[in-house]
């Protein structure tokens, strides 16, 4: 296996994003909207702790991901976190859009998780770009309240074809958890994925 393939196993783990408190997105531009972080592109008013991908319903393979954001102790449901996903199509490609002079990706969805820290997508399970090997992924990110957002290890699937066996070897020696084990049900997958936030930065 390549090294560029075993690399691309892991995103940047955690890394930090420009932070700003986004209210009311769709009713003033911010001076910055072009460059931040696509977590801060939500519609307040309308963010609960469940959401849909655009399309999802009329994809082959619809996936319900649901789990609960913890505090870093682990065990203390944590509220109030925002939780941005996206990804690509069923194809393996992105479907890059412009909305206000920014590209975004259109699979995409927001949720802030309620008081037991639980959260939940309504979306489907991207596929790997075309004679490609590459591993099929979520893009996930956090934000909880008063901290800075940043992006956790992609969530992949334990099911992939390209998932190897070092792969996962070195991801459990890292104690990197982002695999999505899938249950078929009548008419959708289901995945659980627990979160567990990262201590809060001294600065």
């Avoid at 997105?25 to 910055?32: A, H, M, R």
């Avoid at 789990?67 to 996903?85: C, L, M, S, W």
């Avoid at 008081?115 to 770009?129: Q, R």
Wanted: glycine share 4%; charged share 25%; with cysteine.
């Amino acid at each position: 296996m390549s090294r560029l393939l075993i690399l691309g196993c892991f995103l940047s783990v955690l890394q930090i994003v420009k932070a700003q408190d986004a209210a009311n997105v769709l009713e003033d531009i911010p001076f910055d909207y072009a460059t931040r972080h696509a977590i801060y592109d939500f519609d307040a008013n309308r963010l609960t702790n469940t959401d849909s991908i655009p399309e999802f319903q009329s994809k082959t393979t619809p996936l319900k991901l649901t789990g609960i954001v913890y505090q870093p102790d682990g065990i203390t449901p944590a509220k109030d976190v925002i939780v941005f996903i996206r990804h690509a199509g069923e194809q393996g490609k992105f479907d890059v859009r412009t909305q206000n002079d920014k590209r975004y990706v259109y699979h995409r969805g927001w949720v802030k998780t309620n008081a037991d820290g639980v959260y939940t997508f309504y979306t489907f399970i991207p596929g790997s770009y075309l004679h490609s090997k590459e591993l099929r992924r979520i893009h996930a990110s956090v934000k909880a309240a008063g901290e800075a957002a940043y992006n956790l290890p992609d969530f992949i699937f334990n099911d992939d074809p390209f998932l190897s066996k070092h792969c996962r070897k070195r991801m459990r020696k890292k104690g990197v958890d982002c695999i999505l084990t899938t249950v078929k049900k009548e008419t959708f997958y289901l995945a659980e994925k627990n979160i567990v936030l990262r201590a809060a930065e001294v600065e």
